[in-house]
């Protein structure tokens, strides 16, 4: 039976065929799918779950791998950096049950804040990495990916970009196949790696890497047409090329790290010209050079940023803009930039410290956005937790430097506070900062779609469990100046930011409102603006609602979009703004 997937669907059910027993991930798109839809088999056949960081589930994957069972792990590619540290101890101790790493790619930064090009930390790592270029591919590659696992006793890496991620194409479905659970020994020459033990245990992983690349060969597909131009390539490049250059030669990769030597080198011998196709950094084609092959092109041409495309690559290679037929993909389209819901909790908190003119370090999530206008309220953004860190640093630095210290708050989201933002709190309290941290509390994990996290009670399958208690956990690490506000009522909000910003010790402001997309949250019907009383100053559009608009130079509310949170109440001086009356 054939079905049309995503190839986060794809992928998932290929992991369930393959019988996956374990999975841990950290939600981040464009992977957060894959676990999603691994939570939708039976319990009785893979245990799935959501872990506070991309570490965690790795670290959770590797034992369940070392129990004997076949294990899996997934993330954005921002996560495997939080992730590395096992990772490149994992490739050295080898599995038990096969372990397949899942990172997906974000080129063009969809909704990322770097682009990064994860074949490298296969090729750091040691580890063999595999690229699918389509849902059918997705699905067949995991299966791949354990059997080779267990078959050179590695972690396989299978990496996604976000087209082939959010892409449906047809995917033939299987039964699932029953995997044994293998014998647990005992064995600290192969899993504690202290000093001894690892040494002897490198060697095993240059080894390893000789023989995968022997399997890399046959993983290698050539496509023999017009031996003019041949290309090499692999992922969603390989779809790409293949419309593009329907009459050239192909050399279509599988496995991009080890690379097949054997297979480049005689698809080099046999065509004219040597073009590598391939997003991101030139992986493949400092390969190549690397190989003495001189005459390959690719980076000339395509690039290193960004997605490439059917009308890039046409017009980088050829000179040509898009024919007709691919008008729509090339067509020039209002920017749309996003913004915070109409209801957003985070509005409130954003506005409320634009107003105060203060110094804010953001974090990544929905809030990142109090960046942009009509707010402006954020500094600065670097990775998940770092807001908490970096707002001690710019303190001390301050402090160190006999400057006055300007007035600032870390600003964080519960799910992120629950990944990574913990220590640096604990940082704060141990070397005696007076750092001001504000944990926009909103309920559930928002800017991946609503996934749970530790302090929402539910698990992925949505069981109840034990909350973290954010208050009782600001006090186990010392904090004493700790509250509870609700960003609606931004008077009162405002007042405790500046009572807590003036005092020279820890603090924790946690904004307690739920997101206004959740199903549970109701505030009732829209408000309107009274064009009797307003004075059109425009005070309202500091809000940066998108449901408050002006038209014909009069503001007004679209009922379509109102959430009826009735924060916008609260900024017009003229009392304008009410729900209507009944």
Known sequence: MKSLLLGNEALARGAWEAGVQVVSSYPGTPSTEITENISKYSSDDVYCEWAPNEKVAMEVAIGASFAG?????????????????PLFTAAYTGVNGG??????????????????????????AHVPVLEPSDSQECKDFVKKAFEISEEFDTPVILRLTTRIAHARSLTELCDRQNVAKKDYQKDIMKYVMMPGMAKKRHVF?????GKLADRSNELSTAEYKDTDLGIVTSGISYQYVKEVFPNASVLKIDMVHPLPEKAIREFAEKTEKLLVVEEL???????????????????????VQGELSTVAIRKAYFGTDADNAQLAEALDVPPRPPVLCPGCPHRGVFYTLSQLGVRVSGDIGCYTLGALAPYSAVHNCVCMGASVSMAHGMEKAEVQAGAEKMPTVA?????????????????????????????????????TGHQQNPT?????????????????????????????EDPFDMKKFKAAVQEEIAADEPSVIISQRPCALL??????????????????CGSCMKLGCPAIIKKDGNYMIDASQCAGCRQCEQMCPFKCISKPEV
Not at 458 to 482: D, F, S
Not at 531 to 536: N, P, R, T
């Open 69 to 85: 069972v076949r294990a899996m792990c997934c993330m954005k590619h921002v996560g495997l950096n939080v992730a590395a540290d």
């Open 99 to 124: 372990l397949v790493i899942v990172v997906a790619d974000d080129p063009g930064m969809h909704s990322s804040q770097n682009e990064q090009d994860s074949r490298f930390y296969g090729l750091s």
């Open 205 to 209: 992983v240059e080894e390893r890497m």
């Open 281 to 303: 950094e030139p992986f493949i084609e400092n390969f190549i050079r690397q190989l003495g092959i001189d005459k390959v092109e690719g980076k000339k041409y395509f690039g």
């Open 411 to 447: 600003v964080i989201g519960d799910s992120t506070f629950m990944h990574s933002g913990i220590t640096g709190l604990i940082d704060i309290v141990y070397n005696k900062g007076a750092s001001t941290v504000i944990i926009l509390d909103n309920s559930i994990t928002g800017m």
């Open 456 to 484: 929402t009670g539910y698990t992925i399958r949505m069981e109840e469990t034990h909350p973290v208690n954010l208050v009782k956990l600001a006090e186990a690490v010392g904090v004493k100046r700790i509250r509870i």
């Open 519 to 536: 199903k549970t949250v109701k505030y009732g019907a829209p408000v309107v603006i009274d064009q009797d009383k307003c004075k059109k």
